[in-house]
């Protein structure tokens, strides 16, 4: 009989009809793993290709996050992973009108669908003693000017990694953030459209580009391998060195 290590791995991957999700469920589909895709955006899950189970719905509610579970354990018979990486942009100004209400549903998304996420693995993670991978970003690292929003919903994720890390290290399971830079994804689709915007952002970026979704799925993929098998209650920043930069040097030189 094959044993558990044998056995075909399985990725339940949200946020997956898009950009960084949509990348690395076909990263992960492609390297033979077993994947639920799932997404608010049920039109656009399709065409995800063999091996990939598609769900719709919300994941800032329980019931999708438990369907996902229930999918991968029918069609797979197991969950390796869980890539909780659904998330949404949109802070308004603090004093506008739906300024909380907004807020709050930004926390939905980001915040509380992992939390359901992880929540709804859990069983099926301590059969496989699997990890989860939280997309945080660096924006969860520092502040940005008319950001708050986001900004918090993104620390959030860096600070639960490390607790969950704690609370289940006992059990096998492994817990870990990504932190990505400039990715171009639906998210900065906006900016990207303005070529003078586009530019002026990457002269910003240490490496001197955005990156493409697969580099950020690439590192996705690195922390839930076994590869990665001493690493919990971590964040991966995946940025071209935005963050390894102060911005105070250098001074321009006196002429
Ligand atoms: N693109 C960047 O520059 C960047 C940088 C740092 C972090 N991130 C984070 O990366 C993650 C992926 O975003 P992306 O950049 O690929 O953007 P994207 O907009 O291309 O993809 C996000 C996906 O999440 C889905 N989604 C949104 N709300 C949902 C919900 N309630 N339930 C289920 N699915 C939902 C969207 O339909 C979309 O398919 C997000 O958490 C985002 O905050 C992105």
Redesign the pocket.
Known sequence: MPSTEDRRRVAIV??????????TAELFAERGHGVVA????GS?LAGLGNGVEILA????EAP?NEAAVRLALERFGRVDTVVL?????GTPPLESLDAIDTAERIF???VR?PLHGLRAALPALRVTRGSAVF?????GLRGDPGNWA?NAS?AALINLVRAFALDYASQGIRVNAL???????????AVRRDAGLLAELERRVPLGR??E?RE?AEAIWFLASPAAGYITGTTLVVDGGLDADLGILPLPVPQ
């Open positions: 949200t946020g997956a009809a898009s950009g960084i999700g949509r990348a799932v997404d608010i955006d656009g719905g919300d994941v800032s999708v990486n659904a998330g949404i942009g939905g998304v980001n669908g997309t945080s970003s660096v924006a986001y993104k932190a990505p830079g400039l990715t171009r994804t639906g998210i900065t689709a955005i990156a979704p950020q």
